[in-house]
């Protein structure tokens, strides 16, 4: 993806999580895990119910906007139950949407992302808070459009 845009990196890759979580046969999980590496985890996966996947991704850039993207994302992760077993599809679609934004500021070339995106909150400077925000949201402008496109139900 190194000739590609910014924009059609970010199309690329939310088009390419969107069709994870549909479910890839063999050959395509081959193919886009090469490609997307930062979202490997989620082609290798069989998810059979997202739960409200679709509700959470049209409501995320509204609380980032409202709140913050670092309480957004904490909101994400506690809505996820991780330490919970026997989680519900909902809390794994909470799960899911806060990994699937964390894998693209991996990839993303203008963020410089650690390992953890809510360390990389908390120890940012202001500057490098508010262009994380920004890409974020930028990438959830295409993550929505994909859902509404392949996942959002009636």
Same mark, same amino acid.
């Given at each position: 993806?190194?000739?590609?845009?910014? @924009? &059609?990196?970010?199309?690329?890759?939310?088009?390419?999580?969107?069709?994870?979580?549909? @479910?890839?046969?063999?050959?395509?999980?081959?193919?886009?895990?090469?490609? $997307?590496?930062?979202?490997?985890?989620? $082609?290798?996966?069989?998810?059979?119910?997202?739960?409200?996947?679709?509700?959470?991704?049209?409501?995320?850039?509204? =609380?980032?906007?409202?709140?913050?993207?670092?309480?957004?994302?904490? $909101?994400?992760?506690?809505?996820?139950?991780?330490?919970?077993? @026997? #989680?519900?599809?909902?809390?794994?679609?909470?799960?899911?949407?806060? #990994?699937?934004? /964390?894998?693209?500021?991996?990839?993303?070339?203008?963020?410089?992302?650690?390992?953890?995106?809510?360390? =990389?909150?908390?120890?940012?400077? &202001?500057? /490098?808070?508010?262009?994380?925000?920004?890409?974020?949201?930028?990438?959830?402008?295409?993550?929505?459009?994909?859902?509404?496109?392949?996942?959002?139900?009636?």
């Amino acid at each position: 993806m190194t000739n590609l845009t910014i @924009g &059609q990196k970010r199309a690329a890759h939310s088009l390419a999580a969107i069709k994870g979580l549909q @479910g890839l046969d063999p050959a395509q999980i081959e193919e886009y895990a090469q490609r $997307f590496t930062s979202l490997e985890w989620l $082609f290798r996966q069989h998810i059979p119910d997202i739960g409200n996947f679709d509700s959470y991704v049209e409501r995320l850039p509204a =609380t980032i906007v409202t709140n913050g993207l670092g309480q957004a994302m904490a $909101f994400e992760l506690a809505a996820s139950k991780l330490a919970k077993t @026997g #989680r519900k599809p909902d809390e794994q679609a909470h799960e899911l949407l806060y #990994r699937i934004v /964390e894998s693209w500021l991996r990839e993303c070339d203008n963020c410089l992302m650690g390992k953890d995106l809510m360390k =990389t909150i908390v120890d940012s400077s &202001q500057e /490098e808070y508010v262009r994380i925000q920004h890409e974020v949201l930028l990438y959830l402008d295409w993550l929505k459009m994909f859902t509404q496109a392949y996942i959002k139900r009636d």
